[in-house]
Structures are given as structure tokens and as C-alpha cells.
């Protein structure tokens, strides 16, 4: 069952200012082994991820106000967990990284949990339970990361596993071998007031006949509202997923914005982010028209996004739905925006809510910055 756990961050934005993203849509390589996911380049993944941590890490331009670095789903190394933390751990006060590891199996998962216990005792007890009850530690993982530079410099460290398979691990699936997640963190930054999540692609969309995930994330906030006056600000869903504009995700979005079942007032201002792996992923289920990439922010139809319409990203309202979508393309690129500060638009000024800073594409190992 899908159980929301809160986690309290000691993180200080800068007052008055918006904060700024690095969404990383990148290429992911999978291969099949005996019927399980792999990566099939991990040292190729490694050198894409880490050219991007240097460069953040480098902070070159307005670079140095990054406040989110997401990557795609499955694509970290197991073997470079350690040596990506040591990297992180340079990266400025108040930044927040999240990244999706590989495939791994329920006994390294187990093992993560155990090394950062501090942060993960909800799921640590979780996976526990599910061996002592029989799970064996041979079932395939898929899980994310969130690491968190707090104001202080404390570097922690937190996982989340996914609760459903995607597209081609529901095909090897089919007696539901794969580790399903039950803890879904909720961070709360504390003095800076701001609340997000992170899902895995389809934990998005997925529901059975006892619950919703989104539904219970909608529940959440709204208790989170009505019990404290704060909002879920940031909903990051982060995918590999060669139909990431599927009518399930825009019928969960059409949902989520409308507040057509009930009033929501908790999730109103939420931005929702989508950070895809670009066209030149491949996956043992790859055909040469898959549509990978298109990485998108949605926001709420009042903050009102004008239709733009240029060569590296579009604003639209997603198929007349209740929302504003910045929409990316399908290349390999870096995605540098700012999300809204302020909830409500202030009548007596003209600054969009989403702003994109700049886009990078690759240049042989390091990125360039294009002009647009």
C-alpha cells in the first residue's frame, strides 16, 4: 500500500527569489539479462552524469542558483552510488539532487537502506518485513535517490522504490516479480517553508482497486493545508518512458488540475515536473519511432502561460486541459528554468511564472550552452 512518510529538511532558499532546475534529459542504455533489466553502457551513463555534476559543480553563469538537479529514471550505476555522493557532496548548501539508479536487486536495495538507516527507517523496516515474509533478495529493484545538501553542509541521502513496472517490465512481470515500493517520502523544508515529492514514472499513473497513488497524494496535501496552510509546491516524476504523453498521464494531469472529483486546495499550486531520457535511449524493447524525451513543467491554468511556439521548447495547455505545459523536445539536453516564487499571479506585473534560462546539448564531454 502506497504510505506517504515525512521527512524534515533544514533547507534555507534564498528569500524573494525564484527557484531555479536543471532537468537533465539524457540518454539511457538498457539491456535484458536472463529475463531482468540491466544497463547495458553503464560506464557511458557515468560519464554523461558525471560531466553534468562537474558543470553544475563549476557553476559557470547563473549556473552557481541551482536549487534541483533531476536525472532520468535507471540510469546510475550501482557500483558509482559511492562515488557520486563524494561528488554531491560539492555541490552548494540547499541543493537537491534526485537521480534513478539502475536496476538492482532487493538485497543491495536492503543494503542501501542499511547504510543510510538514519534517513530510512520506514523503508528499511518495509523491505524487512517483505523478507521475513518472503520476498527473496533476488527480485529486481527499481528506485531513485534523493540527495539533499542542506543549509548547513550535511549532506543526507534518501530512496524510494517504485511501486509499478514500466512498459517492458510488465511484459517479464507477469507474476509480479518486481519489488514493489510502499514508502513515498514528503519533504518538508524547513525554515524555507516549500514541500515536494518524487515519483518514478509510472507511479504516477498507477492504481488498483484499493487506492490511487495520485489520489493519496492529492489526500496528503490537503491535509497539509488545512492543518498548516502549506502546499505540496513540487510534484518531480522522473521517467524513462517511451510514451511520456500517453493519455493515462494526461488524463491523471487533466484530474490533478481540474479538482474535478473534490476541491483540492492542496495541490493548486503545485508544478508538476517531468524529466524524460532523451531519443537516443535504447531499451531491449526500442523501436526506431519510440518518443523518448519531451520532458515538461505543468502548472495550473490561472498563472497563465501564453502559447509559445519555438525550436527547442512550446507552451501549451497540453490538449486544452486545466493547465499551462512548457514542453521540451527530444533531444539530448539540459533544461535550465525557474519555477514561479510567488503562488499567485501579482496583476500589477508581467513576469511569467516559468522562465527557461537555458538549454545545453552535449559537446564531446562537456555541454555548451545554445542560443535561442
Not at 560531466?51 to 546510475?76: D, T, W
Not at 507477469?174 to 510502499?182: A, E, P, Q, V
Not at 519533504?187 to 514514472?201: G, I, V, W
Request: charged share 20%; proline share 6%.
Amino acid at each position: 500500500m502506497f504510505q506517504i512518510v515525512e521527512k524534515q529538511l533544514m533547507i534555507k532558499f534564498p528569500l524573494m527569489r525564484h527557484l531555479h532546475v536543471l532537468s537533465c534529459q539524457i540518454p539511457n542504455f538498457l539491456g535484458r539479462n536472463d529475463f531482468v533489466y540491466c544497463l547495458a553502457e553503464p560506464e557511458q551513463n557515468w560519464q554523461t552524469i558525471h560531466s553534468i555534476i562537474i558543470l553544475v559543480i563549476e557553476g559557470q553563469g547563473n549556473l552557481k542558483k541551482v536549487n534541483f538537479v533531476f536525472f532520468p529514471e535507471a540510469v546510475l550505476p550501482y557500483q558509482r552510488v559511492s562515488e557520486v555522493l563524494n561528488l554531491l557532496d560539492n555541490f552548494r548548501p540547499n541543493t537537491i539532487t534526485v537521480l534513478g539508479l539502475g536496476p538492482i536487486n532487493l538485497g543491495d536495495y536492503g543494503k542501501l537502506l542499511q547504510q543510510f538507516s538514519t534517513d530510512n527507517q520506514e523503508a528499511l523496516d518495509s523491505v524487512v518485513e517483505d523478507l521475513y515474509s518472503g520476498a527473496t533478495e533476488t527480485l529486481p529493484v527499481n528506485c531513485c535517490m534523493v540527495v539533499v545538501k542542506e543549509d548547513d553542509g550535511n549532506q543526507r541521502v534518501f530512496f524510494e522504490a517504485k511501486s509499478h513496472p514500466f512498459s517492458g517490465e510488465e511484459t517479464t512481470d507477469s507474476d509480479h516479480n518486481l519489488y514493489r515500493g510502499k514508502i513515498f517520502p514528503l519533504f518538508r523544508c524547513q525554515p524555507s517553508c516549500y514541500n515536494f515529492m518524487t515519483l518514478l514514472c509510472l507511479d504516477y499513473a498507477y492504481r488498483d482497486i484499493y487506492q490511487s497513488n495520485i489520489n493519496i497524494i492529492i489526500e496528503k496535501a490537503n491535509q497539509l493545508f488545512f492543518g498548516t496552510r502549506q502546499k505540496l509546491d513540487l510534484l518531480a516524476v522522473i521517467e524513462c518512458n517511451p510514451k511520456p504523453e500517453h493519455s493515462a498521464f494526461g488524463d491523471i494531469a487533466n484530474g490533478f488540475y481540474g479538482n474535478y472529483l473534490a476541491c483540492a486546495p492542496g495541490i493548486d499550486d503545485t508544478v508538476t515536473i517531468f524529466c524524460n531520457s532523451s531519443e537516443e535511449t535504447i531499451t531491449p524493447d526500442h523501436v526506431p519511432d519510440g518518443s523518448y524525451g519531451y520532458s515538461s513543467v505543468l502548472i495550473h491554468k490561472k498563472h497563465k502561460l501564453k502559447p509559445v511556439q519555438m525550436a527547442e521548447y512550446s507552451i501549451d495547455n497540453f490538449n486544452n486541459r486545466p493547465l499551462g505545459r512548457l514542453r521540451f523536445n527530444k533531444a539530448t539536453r539540459l533544461h535550465y528554468y525557474s519555477l514561479p516564487f510567488f503562488h499567485d499571479l501579482d496583476p500589477r506585473t508581467t513576469r511569467t511564472p516559468l522562465k527557461v534560462h537555458g538549454i545545453f546539448c552535449p559537446d564531446q564531454e562537456s555541454w555548451t550552452r545554445i542560443k535561442f
